[in-house]
């Protein structure tokens, strides 16, 4: 059997991205327990996720121009399978309520969408369902705040979108299976 | 965006095997994976120097979220030493410099063929288990286009009917393995092969499971703290295996899964199916100072 010459070694881009999906993937598997990034920001999420088979929309023209760095198709909100956008704002809202949800019959169609978000203050919210033994409580600010009756009405289980809150180096999921109670 | 800007200089081999954009295409179902847990999410499926059928959909959630300081286990049917756990493991090992283990204990990740390990899995592991096939629906719809729509409309009264009519004809459920389970109250889902025993392993647990069919080129996840509810009718509960009284012939533990081994003259002796706890409990028997970890099943009874 022939031997590599070498045990493997990860690039810089390796490490960075594997050590993003992880904490996105505890992120989702675990909603409201935040996780470190490797590199504060969004773009290293869009580096971890995106490439030419995805179809992106940022609201952030800096930003929106990274993604398409990395060979993503910029189009409108309501055709993205990934959205960057501002949940500060209502224009930030009326975006999100475009985002795709997908429907029962095909859920895997159902948005990323990617958020900046201040943990640790702000609303208290209750989470309940996968990943969380009883309920988890969390504070989350510089959300706008018609942000959580639009995504209960948007998110339809199995349909609706899956959301990423970013604050600095940490990153939050919730999930569409997430019930989020507002306190 | 031109092609010069997206190519990356060349490297003799990426790290993983996989490459990067299968890497980032497997991270996106992955992450809809967990977010509709026990929901089937279609992937690419590449090429792996192995036959599809022999583990390719466990190989490839494997080889993503590998890195340098990961401790892999790999088992197969309860083993850590036959040809196909091993020649994975050291696949994996080779292509990601990641340390490997016999130990459940010591692992990080665990790449599995139809069996759940005896001790209980914790928070920071990850079990992959891989699935022959992964839809449930298909002994009683073979249209998969059908079988989509009936996952949609949660349609799942026919599987209570194979279950019903193996009770008729058999006077209780023959389903020894594969057995179908609502995750999170909407998905049913097949858990791959484990045997009955197992199941209730994946309820309420600590670890987060993913579930991959290479051939098939689907895969599903059932994240920490979800609900697996075997389907049962109310007045026929589910069973698991009739093992517990049964005792290793190697090690002298009991309460476990076992293996059955056939004698000349047409008895038979058991062992552990899981076999590094064999290993372990021997070892502890001979004096060594060997940890054994908390299991799921206590005395042969699984706690409620």
């Not at chain 2, 020649?87 to 990080?108: C, H, M, N, P, Y």
């Not at chain 2, 049964?246 to 899981?274: K, W």
Request: proline share 8%; hydrophobic share 45%.
């Amino acid at each position: 059997m022939t031997q590599l010459a070498a045990v493997p070694v990860p690039d810089a881009f390796e490490i960075r991205t594997n050590a993003t999906f992880e904490a996105l993937m505890l992120a989702l598997s675990r909603p409201g327990s935040a996780h470190s990034l490797p590199a504060p920001g969004m773009a290293g999420l869009a580096e971890t996720l995106l490439d030419r088979e995805c179809q992106v929309f940022c609201d952030d023209p800096a930003l929106a121009e990274i993604c398409a760095g990395f060979g993503a198709a910029l189009v409108p909100a309501a055709r993205a399978d990934h959205l960057f956008l501002s949940l500060d704002t209502p224009e930030g809202l009326a975006l999100l309520e475009q985002a795709p949800v997908g429907s029962a019959l095909y859920p895997d169609a159902g948005a990323t969408v990617i958020a900046s978000a201040r943990l640790g203050a702000g609303q208290r919210l209750r989470l309940t369902g996968p990943g969380i033994e009883t309920f988890t409580d969390i504070e989350l600010g510089d959300l706008a705040p018609g942000l959580w009756p639009l995504r209960a009405a948007r998110c339809r289980y199995p349909a609706g979108f899956d959301l990423f809150l970013i604050c600095e180096g940490r990153v939050i999921g919730l999930p569409r299976s997430t019930t989020i109670e507002v306190l | 965006m031109t092609i010069a800007t997206l190519t990356k200089p060349w490297q003799a081999f990426s790290y993983g095997f996989l490459d990067a954009s299968a890497k980032r295409e497997l991270r996106r179902k992955m992450l809809k994976a967990i977010a509709v847990p026990g929901c089937q999410m279609p992937y690419a499926s590449r090429e792996v120097p192995m036959a599809r059928g022999w583990g390719t959909g466990g190989l490839q959630v494997t080889l993503t979220l590998l890195k340098p300081s990961s401790v892999v286990k790999v088992i197969d049917q309860g083993a850590d030493d036959s040809v196909n756990a091993a020649s994975i493991r050291s696949f994996l090992s080779k292509v990601s410099g990641a340390a490997e283990t016999w130990d459940t204990l010591a692992a990080t990740l665990i790449q599995s063929r139809h069996r759940i390990p005896e001790e209980r899995l914790r928070a920071d592991q990850v079990l992959v288990l891989q699935v022959p096939n992964p839809e449930p629906l298909r002994p009683v719809e073979p249209n998969m286009s059908v079988a989509r729509q009936m996952h949609a409309d949660a349609d799942y009264g026919r599987l209570w009917l194979i279950l019903y009519e193996q009770i008729v004809r058999s006077g209780r459920i023959m389903q020894g393995a594969s057995y179908p389970a609502l995750v999170n109250g909407r998905h049913v889902m097949t858990p791959s092969p484990i045997p009955r025993w197992d199941l209730p392993k994946l309820h309420m647990a600590q670890h987060l499971t993913f579930l991959s069919a290479g051939r098939e080129k689907r895969l599903y996840a059932v994240p920490p703290f979800t609900r697996v509810e075997p389907l049962v009718f109310s007045d026929v509960p589910y069973k698991v295996e009739d093992h517990a009284a049964l005792t290793c012939h190697r090690s002298g533990v009991a309460g476990y899964f076992m293996n059955e081994i056939p004698q000349d003259g047409g008895g038979s002796v058991f062992e552990l199916s899981d076999s590094h706890l064999g290993i372990k409990a021997i070892r502890r028997r001979d004096g060594e100072d060997v940890a054994l970890g908390a299991t799921w099943y206590e005395n042969g009874k699984m706690p409620r």
